[in-house]
């Protein structure tokens, strides 16, 4: 079993910036790919962000292709989203998971945590 819990979210205006974290407990983390997806109200959990085992290979949802950031740091079991340039449609709640590869689809996740409200005011 693998715990996570984000942190990191908030109200920020558009052209701002918020960094995630969301920290890992309980099996190796160091051997997941981590993912990032979104949640708005009333829409389906959409693919964001991801990141391989070592941090090499990432992929992008191309709605946030050059204004976000996905890392990780396995020492500390933890994986980060640096969001820039924040838009209104950025509003949503934020999730991590983990999987056993880098995928843009939420059936390849085995593990999420609880989800971290972002709200960006126009």
């Known amino acids: 079993q693998v715990q996570l819990v984000e942190s990191g979210g908030g109200l920020v205006q558009a052209g701002g910036s918020l960094r995630l974290s969301c920290v890992a407990s309980?099996?190796?983390?160091?051997?997941?790919?981590m993912g990032w997806f979104h949640q708005a109200p009333g829409k389906e959990r959409e693919f964001v962000a991801a990141?391989?085992?070592?941090?090499?290979?990432?992929r992008y949802a191309d709605s946030v292709k050059g204004r976000f950031t996905i890392s990780r740091d396995n020492a500390k079991s933890t994986v980060y989203l640096q969001m820039n340039s924040l838009k209104p449609e950025d509003t949503a709640v934020y999730y991590c998971?983990?999987?056993?590869?880098?995928?843009?689809?939420?059936?390849?996740?085995?593990?999420w945590g609880q989800g971290t409200q972002v709200t960006v005011s126009s």
């Open positions: 990141i391989n085992w070592s941090g090499s290979s990432t």
């Open positions: 998971a983990a999987g056993p590869r880098t995928s843009a689809y939420t059936s390849h996740y085995n593990y």
């Open positions: 309980g099996r190796t983390f160091s051997i997941y790919a």
